[in-house]
């Protein structure tokens, strides 16, 4: 039986040509993506001055990469480096690409293909940090590699070294680096969440009070009440752990099924969670000393986001939601604000007041304001080439990144570069 897929540059204003000069810098402004859905995982884009609506074709091309291997890894960019992972053949590969040429740098082994009836291929998106990118591959191998040349530093199996579990597509989720630590997801009988040391990937703890297998959710780290701490979703709840000792501080029922998928959002001291397949959406309020949580609203039918990510913009969340459309909802109160039917299923993406948002079985790019107000088109291209070799099953389900000015997206092993600067 086939299985269910799964920093604003700022500068004083001056007067005339300078202050369009700073404009102009402001827009073109080097800045980071370091990790799966960028710094504090929020999907929201550091990057300012961007182009507010798209020429007739869409934006300027500025490379195609076609080499990128198979699966629907995403992307994190530091520098001139993106950092990504693909299958070529048998072996599961992680990537460094020159962001100023669209050319290969150098690739590193990070294990055996994991088979897969939704297309092969790693699902994930590698975390640079301190000049060393962690990558995890589809069967569960954790590695650590030297940016610059991508020589393995240590390697770690969440199967055989942490007891881990395979689920149906893999392991999928993006490394979290918190302090001298890197936190995953096994999940299994010796405990849910782990971390090891991030420089010799040897194990400082691993939540043995919570034995869920791991889902395809990335962990995020919060601070609340003054205090971090971890939180991650599986299948049936949602939880905040301790990062220095991986106790688990609260946890809230979920009622997730097949797959699990989308990253939680934190705002204010509200943890707000979503999932397809029916599911819907959940938000609880934590308590003062983050060790209890109160739910404010639950099986909520507005949000049942599959893994194309939601965004929250000034206390609202935008997404799509399954059988429904293109939606933006009150993260307070969970009510619907408005629904968008005009656009196909896909991932989204925050920068500069506005949505890029990828329809996963066209290729159509679309640029639109983030505005409870109503969805607002101000742009419209589709990706070309795109890939034969994708499976007949799988979708264009890699996240648009905007960061630097540069649109990056990407279908199977071509991987795309734009220009979005403003003038």
């Known amino acids: ?36 859905r960028g710094p504090g995982r929020t999907d929201r884009s550091p990057d300012q001055g961007l182009l507010k609506a798209w020429p007739a074709g869409g934006p300027k091309l500025n490379w195609l990469f076609k080499d990128a291997g198979l699966g629907y890894a995403g992307y994190s960019v ?5 950092y990504t992972m693909g299958l070529r053949g048998d072996q599961e590969l992680l990537l460094a690409v020159d962001t100023k040429t669209g050319t290969e740098v150098w690739h590193a082994a ?20 301190d000049g060393h990118v962690y990558a995890l591959g589809g069967q569960g ?12 530093v240590w390697q ?14 893999g392991y999928t989720e993006s490394p979290l680096i918190v302090g001298d630590k890197v936190v995953v997801t096994p999940g299994g009988s010796k405990g849910t969440l782990a971390a090891l040391n991030r420089k010799t990937g040897e194990v400082v703890w691993q939540s043995g009070e919570l034995t869920d297998e791991a889902q395809y959710s990335s962990p995020i780290l919060i601070t609340h009440g003054g205090k971090q701490q971890i939180v991650q979703l599986v299948t049936k709840r949602v939880f905040g752990a301790d990062p220095e000792t991986g106790k688990v501080l609260w946890q809230a029922e979920f009622p997730g099924r097949v797959a699990v998928i989308p990253t939680p959002i934190y705002h204010d001291g509200i943890v707000y969670v979503t999932a397809g397949y029916g599911v819907g959406c959940k938000a609880v309020k934590l308590a003062a000393d983050g060790k209890s949580a109160e739910t404010l609203y639950e099986n909520n039918k507005v949000m049942k986001n599959h893994h194309g990510g939601v965004v929250l913009v000034d206390g609202h969340l935008y997404g799509h939601s399954d059988g429904y459309g293109w939606v933006c909802q009150d993260l307070a109160t969970g009510k619907e604000v408005w629904v968008h039917k ?26 639109a304001e983030a505005s409870p107000k109503g969805w607002s088109e101000k742009g419209r291209f589709r990706l070309d080439p795109l890939s ?18 540069k649109l990056y997206l990407r279908d199977q092993e071509f991987l795309f570069c734009f220009d979005v600067k403003g003038k």
């Not at 086939?2 to 827009?27: M, V």
């Not at 896909?346 to 790019?365: I, N, P």
Request: include cysteine; hydrophobic fraction near 35%.
């Open 388 to 405: 034969t070799q994708r499976n007949k099953q799988g979708g264009i389900w890699p996240h648009p990144v905007v960061v630097g000015g």
């Open 110 to 129: 990070a294990g055996p293909k994991y088979p897969n009836g939704w297309g092969d291929g790693p699902r994930m998106t590698p975390t640079v940090h």
């Open 78 to 82: 530091v520098s001139d480096r993106l």
């Open 141 to 152: 191998l954790l590695i650590c590699a030297n940016a610059k040349d991508g020589k393995i």
């Open 1 to 36: 039986m086939k299985r269910p897929s799964f920093l604003p540059f700022a500068s004083a204003a001056l007067a005339g040509l300078l202050a369009s000069g700073c404009a102009s810098q402001a827009a073109s402004k080097s800045a980071d993506w370091p990790e799966w």
């Open 342 to 367: 005009g656009f196909g299923k896909g991932a989204t993406h925050y920068a500069d007041g506005m949505l890029y948002c990828v329809d996963e079985k066209s290729g159509d790019v679309v640029l």
């Open 156 to 169: 770690k199996s969440l199967v055989t070294d942490l007891g881990g579990k395979l689920q149906s597509w």
